[in-house]
């Protein structure tokens, strides 16, 4: 029998090889993406308007290119304008002032460990060299944040520094005005399809196929292309084909079925995929429920429990850590509670929210814990008991339950009123996306480059590994953002 295979196998292979020799292959035409006429032509193209896209656009101007960006919404700033607005760096100046010894490797090795090690070394170390960079960069174009640092709801280290404008807002309004003041043209309501290639599989990227209300439009890119159109955290479909656990999850992002779309097209024109299965959810609204209202941005200052009144996690933990715990309790939802000195410390945008909330039930204060849980329908003593266990960690300098770090340890919850909203999960970011180098620059299954195809902010994978440390999104789109849209202005033109 197993004789017999032999031959038979063997008979194939050369028959197989007979046709190869005495058969001529057929020479098949490469087909050509390139229109017969593009409708408009700029320097620098980049797609997506978000805090990547944005900063692309800026350091493309600064490199004398003519620039056009291009936005899917009637709106500009993407996910970035819903972002909480904290951005990471080790800081020379404000650090020293609090205590903190910090440094861009130990950033660098923190990021890695937090993604189990699946992140690109290299483009994780550029991130962390260039973080100072940013904020003093941003400064330049007129952002303003605070003085005090601090460590963020999954941050692992104490290097946030929190915008004082509310939210991703300050971040959107420093970047379109200073893009608007180096000319750059801002198009809304034009949805890019296809990544226009000499062929589909060699040669360089030429420019754009996009959507406008005056039809469909072809536009070239003379020196590159930029991608930052952001994730697909709120495609249901794609999301869940590559983590079906996340099946029912809303999301905290921009409404947008197509989202992926653009990384798609990449794929399309020879772009690999990394990390596709990597997406974190973070606190939001549980199901059922209407608002993603957030206390939890402190974490040495706020606990989160359960509906017993029981703490649930380290505070300081990783994000997929705090996300298992809270989806691991009966109700698939906890609560996070503060006390008002902590309360009072967050901004005008967060008060509006808590106070929307309390209007629907879904935030509550009082001025005990015993009342505050009545209103919350979690168990009285309970609470009662779970803070008075908490405040004496807090004493001890140890955390006897969830071994939170002792940085962590600073701030009892014992000055009311109290303070308390749901904390759900949500679809929050996907770590997955387009492979790219330390240049920004779109990569092929083989690792070779995409010329002239340059992507920056969430639509790329490989940056964060299996999980995302909280603070690093918005450095990403500023670093890599500037990476990008410099790379891309400094090609010559073709």
């Known amino acids: 029998m197993d004789l017999n295979r032999r031959h038979l196998l063997q008979g194939a292979a050369a028959g197989l090889t007979v046709v190869g020799l005495t058969q001529k292959a057929e020479a098949r035409p490469t087909p050509s993406m390139l229109p017969a006429k593009w409708d408009e032509e700029y320097d620098v193209i980049v797609v997506g308007s978000g805090g990547a896209g944005l900063a692309a656009a800026v350091k493309a101007a600064d490199a004398g290119a003519k620039v056009a960006v291009l936005e899917r919404l009637l709106f500009t700033g993407g996910n970035t304008q819903l972002a909480q607005g904290q951005i990471n760096a080790a800081d020379p100046v404000r650090q020293p002032k609090q205590g903190i010894k910090d440094s861009w490797e130990l950033h660098a090795e923190q990021t890695l460990a937090a993604g189990d090690f699946r992140a690109n070394k290299e483009r994780v170390e550029v991130l962390c060299k260039n973080a100072y960079g ?33 939210k991703g807002k300050g971040y959107t309004y420093v970047l379109l005005k200073a893009a608007e003041e180096r000319g ?23 420019g754009v ?49 197509t989202a992926g779309d653009v990384m798609m097209a990449a794929v399309r024109v020879g772009g690999y995929l990394v990390g596709m299965d990597f997406i974190q959810s973070t606190p939001g609204a549980p199901a059922g429920k209407k608002m993603k209202i957030i206390l939890n941005s402190r974490v040495a200052e706020s606990i989160y429990v359960d509906k017993r009144g029981n703490r649930i996690v380290d505070e300081g933990s990783r994000r997929d850590v705090i996300r298992d715990a809270v989806l691991g309790t009966p109700e698939h939802y906890a609560y996070t509670v503060v006390d008002n000195e902590t309360y009072q410390k967050y901004n005008s945008a967060v008060h509006k929210s808590v106070e929307e909330g309390i209007a629907i039930n879904e935030a509550w204060t009082a001025p005990t814990l015993r009342e505050l849980a009545e209103k919350m329908g979690v168990d009285p003593d ?7 266990r908490y405040n004496s960690f807090v004493d001890a300098k140890k955390d006897e339950d ?15 009123p109290f303070w308390a909203c749901y904390t759900g999960m949500t679809v929050h970011h996907t770590m997955g996306g387009l492979n790219c180098n330390t240049k920004a620059q779109c990569l092929d299954w083989t690792g ?7 992507a920056a902010g969430e639509i790329t994978g490989g940056i964060h590994g299996t999980n995302r440390v909280g603070g690093n999104a918005l450095l990403d789109c500023m670093v890599y953002g500037q990476i990008a849209g410099t790379n891309a202005a400094n090609e010559k033109s073709a």
């Not at 000499?198 to 030429?206: A, E, H, K, L, M």
């Not at 469909?216 to 079906?244: C, I």
């Not at 070779?448 to 340059?454: G, H």
């Open 134 to 166: 940013a904020i003093t960069w941003l400064e330049s174009l007129g952002m303003a944040f605070e003085d005090e640092v601090f460590q963020m709801f999954g941050g692992l280290y104490p290097r946030a520094h929190q915008p004082k404008v509310p």
């Open 382 to 388: 309970g609470l009662e008991a779970g803070v008075k």
């Open 209 to 257: 196929l996009c959507e406008t209300k005056e039809g469909t439009k072809y536009l070239r890119a003379k020196r590159g292309v930029v991608l930052a159109s952001g994730g697909f955290g709120a495609n249901t479909y794609l999301r869940e084909l590559h983590d079906p656990r996340i099946a029912g999850l809303g999301t905290d992002n921009l409404p947008n079925k």
């Open 402 to 416: 969830f071994g939170k770090a002792e940085r962590n340890l600073t701030k009892k919850i014992e000055k009311g």
């Open 184 to 206: 750059v043209v801002v198009k809304k309501g034009c949805r890019v399809t296809d990544i226009i290639r000499d062929t589909p599989t060699s040669g360089d990227v030429r």
């Open 448 to 454: 070779a480059v995409i010329p002239r195809l340059y």
